[in-house]
């Protein structure tokens, strides 16, 4: 097993931490300002947060929401990297590009949610992800 690919895999899990934090940094404080029942929120449907919130603080709680999508594949992707012995080299390399890429469209969403931005990043760094399950694909079914 090779552990290098590992280092970004730990990166991108503690940077998903970090905006943990960031969300309930902004949230809680925002909830109470609106004085928001919790309770209502949970019987009536046609309340959410991103109608009663500002957007700055719903723009934290998506970018945590979306750490938790294409980012799955990433570690699995990774992992597998790791386990059959390939998670070094090109491999590595590739995973901290995405890793770098995923942090920016995070502080481009949370700081100021560009949308042209954000989608060039998220495109670059589906591009990345694309490139390392290939680089699995290939490893694990060539002839």
């Given at each position: 097993?090779?552990?290098?690919?590992?280092?970004?895999?730990?990166?991108l899990?503690?940077?998903?931490?970090i905006?943990?934090?960031?969300?309930?940094?902004?949230?809680?404080?925002?909830?109470?300002?609106?004085?928001?029942?919790?309770?209502?929120?949970?019987?009536?449907?046609?309340?959410?947060?991103d109608?009663?919130?500002?957007?700055?603080?719903?723009?934290?709680?998506?970018?945590?929401?979306?750490?938790?999508?294409?980012?799955?594949?990433?570690?699995?992707?990774?992992?597998?990297l790791?386990?059959?012995g390939?998670?070094?080299?090109?491999?590595?390399?590739?995973?901290?590009?995405?890793?770098?890429?995923?942090?920016?469209?995070?502080?481009?969403?949370?700081?100021?949610?560009?949308?042209?931005?954000?989608?060039?990043?998220?495109?670059?760094?589906?591009?990345?992800?694309?490139?390392?399950?290939?680089?699995?694909?290939?490893?694990?079914?060539?002839?």
């Amino acid at each position: 097993m090779t552990t290098e690919i590992l280092k970004p895999v730990v990166v991108l899990a503690a940077w998903t931490a970090i905006m943990w934090f960031w969300l309930y940094a902004t949230r809680i404080p925002a909830v109470k300002a609106a004085n928001l029942d919790p309770e209502r929120l949970v019987r009536d449907p046609g309340v959410t947060l991103d109608h009663v919130l500002p957007p700055q603080v719903q723009w934290v709680a998506h970018n945590y929401n979306h750490l938790h999508e294409a980012p799955t594949v990433f570690y699995a992707t990774a992992l597998t990297l790791a386990l059959i012995g390939k998670g070094d080299g090109t491999a590595a390399t590739v995973a901290w590009v995405y890793v770098a890429l995923r942090i920016v469209h995070s502080l481009v969403q949370v700081l100021g949610n560009k949308l042209t931005a954000r989608f060039l990043v998220f495109a670059l760094s589906s591009f990345a992800l694309f490139t390392l399950i290939g680089m699995a694909a290939l490893a694990l079914f060539k002839a």
